[in-house]
């Protein structure tokens, strides 16, 4: 077992909103982009039929391109490959990792030797294109119950490993591994989030996202999937339709109400602590320093800071 957690680079940015698009269809994007979606994640994996499996990576190899030549700060573009376990995703590796791509979405990961092997294996890519090192993320999908159990050490195999988490779609491979019966309300999945999450954060994987939601016209249901998601501590989610992206992005940013209340409470404080004062009544409840530094991390992450 791992015994360091792994450090978070300052390459990495917090991500609410990851929108899966099928590696053929590249023509979806610009509705990806509108929809408002943090990040893309092209998929040459389950998304994609047997047949169109080549026509996809070359598409994304040219979305990529096409990304490298724009100006910095727009929409994310990671590929989810096929599992490291043949070849075909080691090519797949050599075609995507090159300059556009914001990381990896590892499938299929079971140990945390997974991710060392695709942390090479990116890192031998990063150097044929003349990348600097760790520019890639790597964002590995626990999908059996080994992964889910081992989260912390798979989260800490590497540095470049990102935005991790618990996905627990219904039906997929999670739910088939785990054996819960998934429900609307997510009680089933919530011990195991959260679990999860405690994992990764203690790891020092930045950013970790969870998901999915797969009703489609059930926004409703969405929005409190995500805020219950929110409140465990998650940053993020994956989606799977672009009409989910306004909801979710709404969800995982703090409206302008909560920014002026830490800008208020971290102004109280700091008046406080020039007056002696290290604990203090604000509107109602006791704060001291440490909630400071937390209203301090708010503002900063969303430039007010």
């Excluded at 929809?35 to 598409?59: H, K, N, Q, S, T």
């Excluded at 002026?260 to 102004?267: E, G, I, S």
């Excluded at 704060?287 to 007010?304: I, K, N, P, Q, S």
Aim: overall charge negative; hydrophobic content about 45%; charged content about 25%.
């Amino acid at each position: 077992m791992s015994s360091e957690p792994s450090a978070p680079t300052a390459l990495r940015a917090p991500l609410r909103s990851l929108l899966f698009v099928p590696g053929h269809r590249t023509d979806w994007l610009p509705k990806a982009r509108a929809a408002g979606a943090d990040a893309v994640i092209l998929d040459l994996e389950d998304a994609v039929p047997a047949a169109d499996r080549p026509l996809a990576r070359a598409r994304v190899t040219e979305a990529l391109a096409e990304a490298a030549a724009q100006p910095a700060g727009g929409t994310a573009l990671f590929v989810r490959i096929n599992p490291l376990d043949d070849w075909t995703a080691a090519g797949e590796l050599r075609a995507v990792v090159r300059p556009g791509l914001a990381g990896v979405v590892l499938p299929k990961v079971h140990t945390a030797a997974d991710v060392r092997l695709a942390d090479r294996l990116i890192g031998w890519c990063e150097h044929e294109h003349g990348l600097p090192t760790a520019t890639t993320a790597l964002v590995p999908l626990l999908e059996s119950a080994r992964a889910l159990h081992d989260a912390y050490d798979i989260a800490a195999a590497a540095p470049r490993v990102a935005h991790v988490g618990a996905l627990t779609a219904p039906g997929g491979d999670v739910e088939r591994a785990v054996g819960y019966r998934w429900s609307r309300e997510g009680a089933e999945t919530q011990a195991l989030r959260s679990r999860v999450l405690l994992d990764v954060r203690a790891a020092g994987a930045p950013y970790p996202v969870t998901g999915l939601w797969t009703d489609i016209a059930d926004l409703t249901g969405l929005r409190a999937f995500a805020e219950q998601n929110r409140a465990l501590g998650y940053d993020g989610m994956m989606a799977v339709h672009p009409t989910h992206i306004p909801v979710i992005n709404e969800v995982f940013a703090p409206g302008p109400e909560e920014l002026d209340r830490c800008a208020r409470l971290v102004a109280a404080v700091e008046s406080a602590q020039r007056d002696g004062i290290g604990a203090l009544t604000f509107e109602g409840r006791m704060v001291d320093e440490a909630m400071a530094e937390t209203a301090r991390a708010v503002l900063a992450r969303h430039g007010r800071g």
